[in-house]
């Protein structure tokens, strides 16, 4: 119940493209959903996050949409640069974020000149 | 957004040997801090909560004897890995929740120390 399931696993976009990832969670408890960046060797910066009162959020080229009902909620990284190319990952917390991050597998993205 | 330091970044030690590190948040108090272990290509594991002024809180298979985790203050925690071998060789990151934002409770992270241990 713990469990967040993130996919793709790895995903290669043209730049000015849009790429698109999606998690979805079990534990209804959640309420507290972050995206993370992650260079090799570096840790997670955040991206952007969203609370369960909200169906999206958006800054800059970055969008979160979010499914309550569905239990599901996706990154949207528009006209993709190479330099977005990294880890993401989605996260969720419950407690409005004071209790650990359980966090999605990971997606590696490529974005390709 | 907020700063978290973490040192060192790198960290080579013979096996049997202890080894320290350090995170620190920089510009915001923090009274939860989290650890967690990363393998290569892999998500992060969370390894324990620590919490500033009482004993940390580890996960399930996590050996509190080996990873020994102080908070003192509200904006250092350390992890020391007691008696490191080869299999303790990891990425370590720790993130620190930002106390009473408007926006609620985000966890910065820091930028991770890679040990490897011979």
């Known amino acids: 119940q713990q469990q967040v399931k993130q996919s793709p696993q790895s995903l290669i976009v043209q730049k000015g493209g849009i790429s698109i990832i999606n998690c979805a969670y079990e534990n209804t408890a959640f309420d507290y959903f972050p995206w993370y960046q992650q260079f090799p060797g570096k840790g997670p910066a955040l991206l952007i996050a969203?609370?369960?009162?909200?169906s999206e959020k958006k800054e800059g080229r970055f969008t979160i949409s979010f499914n309550k009902s569905a239990k599901q909620f996706s990154l949207h990284i528009m006209d993709s640069q190479p330099g977005d190319s990294a880890t993401y990952f989605c996260a969720a917390s419950s407690d409005t974020g004071r209790r650990a991050l359980t966090f999605g597998s990971g997606t590696r993205l490529q974005v390709q000149p | 957004g907020a700063v978290v330091s973490q040192h060192p970044s790198r960290v080579i030690c013979k096996s049997g040997t202890s080894v320290k590190i350090e995170c620190r948040s920089l510009d915001f108090q923090a009274t939860t801090m989290f650890w967690y272990r990363q393998f290569p290509k892999q998500s992060l594991m969370l390894m324990a909560t620590s919490n500033e002024g009482s004993k940390a809180t580890y996960e399930q298979g996590v050996e509190k004897d080996k990873f020994l985790i102080n908070h003192a203050s509200l904006t250092l925690s350390t992890l020391t890995v007691t008696s490191a071998h080869p299999e303790d060789s990891s990425f370590y990151i720790c993130s620190a929740r930002e106390l009473q934002r408007e926006t609620g409770n985000i966890q910065y992270f820091g930028a991770g120390t890679r040990l490897s241990v011979l």
């Open positions: 969203i609370r369960p009162d909200v």
